[in-house]
């Protein structure tokens, strides 16, 4: 029988009696593990899961994503956040879980980033993002300067809090605040957008070609603490020898389709809601 984990976000309290809501329908057609552990969804996922259903918000899915993407394990969320923007379903449509059990979905493909820490010794860390990889000024209330490079070439140079690259998913995210433009999560481009940038003219949001070559490095004027951040949940800190590259993945996050729901329909819905 096909395996199945539900990861239940244990700050939602409901997410217990959704869990166990859910069970007798999914049941039906693949072998149950419940967790709230990230760890343990995280590892039941790598070892070969046939899906995962999520059950919190959109920080919920993403904790788990870069272990899905790594496995191949499409993604169903069901949302008890505040937007759930990436979840399909809503807490009072699981009956709709007997089309996954009958085999009836669709898959939607979300394109991610893949991003190096290089650090001025020769070592490097990497990174995987279905949102956004970010970097940014610490506790210090002091701008930092960027310098933006695409295959080689200079493109910008900022003075701001921070720069955002954002996946299309994560157009509707942190860099939807930061004034950059909403894209549809079909396509797969890379979008970088400054944080407060200080310009009388502005700074617009700037969108590559998924497989561009993006360069970002911080100036030495800075003394206070920069760091990287991937998804929210990976930060690291940043030396003003280190380089930091981002391109598109060869990975991908695979989402569970039960609902005919159209980009901007779900947009209109969600953030009319949020308002």
Known sequence: MKKLIIFRNKKKPESKSLASAILPILEKGFACTVTDNTDEATALISAGADAAICLGGDGTILSVASAAAESDTPILGINLGHLGYMSELEANEISMLENLCDGNYGIEKRFMLSAKLLHGDGTA?????????????????????LALRCNGTDVAAYRADGLIVSTPTGS?????????????????????????????????????????????????????????????KASRSVNYD?????????????????KSNAFYQTLYKKFKAGV
């Open 125 to 145: 860390e990497e990174y995987g993002a279905l949102n956004e990889i970010l970097v940014c000024r610490g506790a210090v209330s002091k701008m930092i300067r």
């Open 242 to 258: 280190d380089v930091i590259t981002v391109t598109g993945s060869e990975r991908s996050v695979r989402f569970i389709k039960l």
């Open 172 to 232: 509707t995210a942190y860099a939807l605040s930061a004034g950059g433009p909403i894209i549809d999560p079909a396509l797969s481009l890379i979008s970088v957008c400054p944080i407060c940038p200080h310009t009388f003219a502005g700074a617009r949001p700037l969108v590559f070609s998924p497989d561009s070559g993006l360069e970002i490095t911080v100036s030495s004027l800075y003394n206070g603490d920069i760091y990287l951040t991937a998804d929210g």
